[in-house]
Structure formats: C-alpha cells, structure tokens
C-alpha cells in the first residue's frame, strides 16, 4: 500500500499563480522528500526536510510538515510554465531507514 | 551532478522472453534502487541494493531478480516476462547510509506483448 497520498491528483493554475500540493502519510517518518517528474523522464530531487523541521524554503518552494496531522504541503510561488510537470512525495519510515516510498503524484499544469 | 544511465529507453519483449534492464551510475553511490511506475500506483520498489553482490527485495519482487556485480552498475532481470510487467521501470542511486535524495535515470519503457 502506499504511504503517501498526494491531493489533489491534478491541478492547473494560471501562469503566475501559486500552487499548493498536499501530501498525507501514514506511519512515522524519517524524514519527508518532494520529486518532481516531467512527462517521460526520471524523477529530480527536489528538497527534503526531516521530521523534526516545521518549514523548509528552497528558491520559490516551500514545504511544511505537520507530524502532528501527518502530512506535508508543497508550495510552488509565482508558478511558470515550466513548473509543469507531476510532482510526489516520497517518505522513509522510522525503522525503515533504507526504503524511500512515493505516494501517486499531483499532475501540475501551467496555464500561460 | 550525477549521471544515472539506464541502457534503454523503449523496449519490447514477447511473453516468457528473459529480459535484461541495466542501470550505471558514475557517483560511486553505495546504494541503487529499482522502481516501477504505474498509472494511479505511483512508483513501486521492486529491489534495492546498498552494496556490491547485496540485494534486498521491496515491495513488489515477485517475478523480478537482480544482480550487482559492480558497485556502479545495477541489473534488473525478468526471468520470463509476463504482459503484466509492462511498465516504466526507473532506476535510481544515493550516496550515504540512509535518507539521501535519489538520483533517477530517465527510465525504461518495457511493452511486454
């Protein structure tokens, strides 16, 4: 089953817009990690951010961890049509250091 | 930056041919990792592998083997591939111990017909 569970499944947003990605999980982490795809390609790191961090920035991403709720947000400012593209969260579990489980993905659109 | 190279891009097989998918990264990462992407499944482990002739099974092994001979080169293998094993399979490498981001190959389209 999967860990992590991104919502929504598709968002399209006008260029210039922010985006928000929701992520919600299941047992502990580790630590919490954002990957984004483009159509037919392999995944690109993102940003990580472990579990005892509440925020972590990264140019015009921002990510948030809430343990508490078990989840995570992915916010994408001033968007671009090149931020077009799936994004996914991906957890490792606490006793489980060395698997990396991915949830389904949000299908990001840009609109210029 | 780090280069993970899967051998091919598109393939296609016929039912209960063996197929080898091979994977090479140039970081000399300790740990590589065999996915498989689905349509409303996300990526699934399949095998990981956090050293040379070392291999644990993921998620989702069953039909599925693989082989780490040297430390920059990561096979999978289906020992008879089955229509059900269409897929995008991606590899991918990490360097440390534990909860170092993945660098990912820009994967293999596997038709199995």
């Known amino acids: 089953s999967q860990q992590g569970e991104e919502d929504p499944q598709a968002l399209s947003i006008q260029e210039g817009e922010n985006a928000t990605m929701n992520c919600s999980y299941k047992t502990s982490i580790n630590n919490l990690q954002w990957y984004r795809q483009n159509s037919g390609r392999g995944l690109v790191h993102l940003i990580l951010i472990r579990s005892n961090e509440r925020e972590k920035h990264s140019g015009r991403l921002r990510v948030t961890l809430d343990t508490s709720k078990k989840s995570s947000s992915l916010l994408i400012t001033a968007s671009r049509a090149a931020d077009t593209a799936s994004y996914f969260c991906a957890t490792t579990m606490v006793r489980r250091n060395e698997k990396l489980t991915f949830g389904t993905g949000t299908r990001l659109t840009i609109i210029p | ?113």
């Open chain 2, 1 to 113: 930056d780090v280069k993970v190279t899967q051998s091919s891009r598109y393939l296609v097989k016929r039912t209960g041919e063996k197929v080898f998918l091979e994977c090479v990264q140039d970081m000399d990462h300790e740990n590589m990792f065999w996915y498989r992407q689905d349509p409303g499944l996300g990526l699934r482990l399949i095998y990981f592998s956090y050293d040379v002739k070392m291999k644990e099974k993921g998620d989702i092994p069953e039909g599925y083997s693989v082989s780490r001979e040297k430390k920059e080169r990561f096979s999978l293998i289906l020992e008879s591939a089955s229509t059900n094993q269409t897929s995008m399979y991606l590899c991918a490498s990490s360097g440390g111990k534990y909860n170092s981001p993945l660098h990912f190959g820009n994967g293999t389209r596997l038709t199995v017909t």
